[in-house]
């Protein structure tokens, strides 16, 4: 069974740190692709950063970058997703996402997590 459990997620203030957690099962973290994306309510998801499968290139959005960083944890099969400088535009569910290739779109990614709640105060 194909799986991505998010966790971190929580309520934060601005100008603070959060790390994000994704929990991979063995078929997801093998992925050529994994990825972070985010949600507000009334609005599309969107591409937040992605990491190809040997952790050799890295892709952030503008609105995250030098904020943010994507790794992964081999040996726990987790994907994590740290940023810094936190915003309140920066409040949204975060996603974590497997696919067979890089993209700052949706429709690549095969699998999705059920999302973790972070929110920024001002």
């Known amino acids: 069974q194909v799986q991505l459990v998010e966790s971190g997620g929580g309520l934060v203030q601005a100008g603070g740190s959060l790390t994000l957690s994704c929990a991979a099962s063995e078929r997801a973290f093998n992925s050529p692709a994994m990825a972070w994306f985010r949600q507000v309510p009334g609005k599309a998801r969107e591409f937040v950063a992605a990491?190809?499968?040997?952790?050799?290139?890295?892709w952030f959005a503008d609105s995250v970058k030098g904020r943010a960083t994507i790794s992964r944890d081999n040996a726990k099969k987790t994907l994590l997703l740290q940023m810094n400088g936190l915003k309140p535009e920066d409040t949204a569910v975060y996603y974590c996402?497997?696919?067979?290739?890089?993209?700052?779109?949706?429709?690549?990614?095969?699998?999705w997590g059920q999302g973790t709640q972070v929110t920024v105060s001002s």
């Open positions: 996402a497997a696919g067979p290739q890089v993209s700052v779109l949706r429709e690549p990614y095969d699998y």
């Open positions: 990491l190809n499968w040997s952790g050799g290139s890295e």
